[in-house]
Nanobody, 129 residues
Framework: VQLQASGGGLAQAGGSLSLSCAAS????????MGWFRQAPGKEREFVAA????????YYSDSVKGRFTISRDNTKNTVYLQMNNLKPEDTAVYYC???????????????????????WGQGTQVTVSS
């Protein structure tokens, strides 16, 4: 599977942006996807994730209630709707895919970068104050 992220840009604090991550290739090999972000000088951090079956979503505490992850099965695309953006949301955002089955998926598993096998290129999100 290959991933293509898009939708980043510049927004003002309190504004909204929507990111997309389109999957191609062997999309049937994907069991779930996640969004991570990395600000300059910082480690890559978990933002949100979605597991196909059972359908479960996970969020970091820093974005819960402001960001929403969703999926369009017909387009093999995962979205990240980001509302009420804050300057601290500024980062390069990456989407990633889990391509192996997991017996018991949970927040801890989906929030680890090492759980993901395929990564898309990043898309820059900049939030001005």
């Amino acid at each position: 599977v290959q991933l293509q992220a898009s939708g980043g840009g510049l927004a003002q604090a309190g504004g909204s942006l929507s990111l997309s991550c389109a999957a191609s290739g062997r999309t049937s090999s994907s069991y779930g996807m996640g969004w991570f972000r990395q600000a300059p000088g910082k480690e890559r951090e978990f933002v949100a994730a979605i597991w196909w079956s059972p359908y479960i979503t996970y969020y970091s505490d820093s974005v819960k209630g402001r960001f929403t992850i969703s999926r369009d099965n017909t387009k093999n695309t995962v979205y990240l709707q980001m509302n009420n953006l804050k300057p601290e949301d500024t980062a390069v955002y990456y989407c990633a895919s889990v391509t192996r089955p997991v017996y018991s998926v949970n927040h801890a598993y989906m929030s680890r970068t090492t759980s993901y096998d395929v990564w898309g290129q990043g898309t820059q999100v900049t939030v001005s104050s």
